[in-house]
């Protein structure tokens, strides 16, 4: 078993403040994995003094060398992309193919895209022939990340604040935390200067909250639930800091009845993948009333023939997901589901074979209305919800209806209709189609979904502020 009890605090690696253990289970096994400590006030103060002491330096420093050491991070980040897919892959549930291909190739993808756009990323602007507009680094950042997509979002808050000359604190999720003491050592070797990046474990009530709340943190950039993100930006609130956040949920996936075929099942599959975690997973499935029972049919089926099993095994299957807690909730909003719904694939419990584990079998609800529990909450766990639609302003009107707004998608082979309503969709990004977005591409949601984007320009842009200078060159 693993002992990683110490933070990463002004460049070196420290024992915590005061003895405060963790233990940290596989979900596969539901045995502990290893044991890391809880931070206190006092880490999270030696952290953020760290930081704030390297600020001026950083921010500096200029920006050729910051990239040099993107760069090596990168190289290291590469080199050693099988330990770090074994973390994620024990930590979280994570089959291991999967933590090699997209858990692990969302970090590098991430900072390919960061590095794209800082090459022309402009920090001076002419506003007039005489006056400059500044775009400065920000200052101290508290980074507080989710354990559903463990590198995916620490390169997402950790790789832009560094590139424009912030310092920062993070606070991987105490769930799922050997992957960010990875990224820390990979940090530590690729060279960067003292403080410039610090990191300690520590739960929301605790270094979470510590974080938000401290005086010498100017900037918090959080993503996980509504509920927290809610209670971060009271608590960041007395002292006024940025607060980007990144929140949950309810994904409405329209498909017409000029779809393509592969529509159903490329919905479904996307509902179920990492086992349901993900924050923009489509688990809304709206399907016109003429296509309705096939697709009920087709996704039950998806759901029949999906493989659930251990994060260690090879080929393509979902693991379990990550807690003993998330199994509970999902397990209580499937037998609400089944009060609610007509239960076509799945169920309670876990799929046959499996014992122990956090394992929940794929599950598709049809005849779902919007008002329903299943319809409202975001599950986060492998359920898909099925409701029919008769018009196209009944489907956006349906879709729009949540207090979420992050990701929607629309299915149709009719351009000029995909079009129309996207533009109605009330949410951050509108997939179509299957069609994927590129490297840079804003990440972000709007009403309860949160606010602020990351990657690429707009993930830069997030981290710094703008300052307007007169007179800077003469009449």
Excluded at 89 to 113: N, T
Excluded at 164 to 172: A, E, F, I
Excluded at 313 to 327: A, K, T, W, Y
Aim: proline residues 5%.
């Amino acid at each position: 078993m693993l002992e990683k009890k110490q933070f990463y605090i002004n460049g070196a690696w420290v024992d915590p403040a005061q003895a405060n253990d963790y233990p940290v289970i596989d979900p596969s096994t539901e045995e502990q994995c290893a044991t890391i400590s809880l931070g206190s006030q006092a880490d999270t103060d030696a952290a953020v003094a760290a930081a704030r002491a390297a600020f001026p330096g950083w921010s500096q420093t200029p920006r050729e060398e910051r990239v040099a050491l993107i760069q090596k991070l990168a190289d290291i980040y590469k080199a050693r992309s099988e330990e770090m897919a074994q973390a994620m892959s024990m930590e979280m549930g994570a089959p291991i193919e999967m933590s090699r291909s997209s858990q692990v190739g969302a970090g590098s993808w991430h900072i390919g895209g960061f590095l794209k756009a800082f090459e022309e990323f402009d920090f001076e602007r002419d506003f007039t022939a005489t006056e400059k507009t500044l775009l400065e680094p920000i200052g101290v950042c508290a980074l507080i990340t989710p354990w559903n997509w463990p590198m995916n979002q620490i390169m997402l808050k950790a790789i832009p604040a560094m590139a424009t000359g912030c310092t920062m604190v993070l606070k991987p999720s105490e769930v799922a935390p050997l992957s960010g003491l990875l990224f820390a050592e990979f940090v530590h070797e690729a060279g960067f200067p003292a403080g410039v990046f610090n990191m300690v474990n520590g739960d929301g009530a605790g270094v979470g909250s510590q974080l938000s709340a401290h005086p010498d943190v100017d900037m918090v950039s959080f993503t996980g639930s509504t509920r927290a993100g809610i209670a971060i930006s009271k608590a960041a609130a007395d002292t006024l800091k940025r607060v980007s956040l990144e929140l949950g949920g309810k994904g409405a996936n329209i498909i017409f009845a000029d779809a393509d075929e592969k529509a159903v099942v490329r919905g479904a599959r996307h509902c179920f993948a990492n086992s349901g975690q993900s924050c923009n997973a489509p688990t809304r499935m709206l399907v016109h009333s003429s296509k309705y029972e096939t697709a009920v049919a087709q996704a039950a089926d998806v759901a029949e023939k999906t493989k659930v099993g251990p994060a260690s095994e090879e080929g393509r299957h979902i693991g379990p997901v990550v807690s003993e807690v998330q199994f509970d909730k999902i397990q209580g909003l499937i037998e609400k589901g089944m009060k609610e719904a007509r239960l076509v694939a799945g169920g309670l419990g876990r799929p046959d074979g499996l014992n122990r584990g956090y394992y929940v079998k794929p599950t598709v609800f049809a005849d779902v209305t919007n008002d329903m529990t299943i319809a409202r909450e975001e599950i986060f766990g492998p359920v898909l919800s099925i409701i029919p639609f008769e018009t196209e302003e009944e489907a956006i009107a349906i879709a729009n209806d949540t207090p979420y707004g992050l990701t929607n998608y629309v299915q149709t082979t009719d351009d000029e209709k995909r079009r129309r309503v996207a533009r109605q969709l009330r949410s951050g990004m509108v997939e179509t189609n299957g069609k994927g977005f590129a490297a840079g591409s804003p990440f972000g949601g709007y009403k309860q979904s949160g606010n602020g984007r990351e990657g690429g320009t707009y993930g830069l842009e997030e981290f710094l502020e703008v300052k307007a200078v007169s007179g800077w060159a003469a009449e």
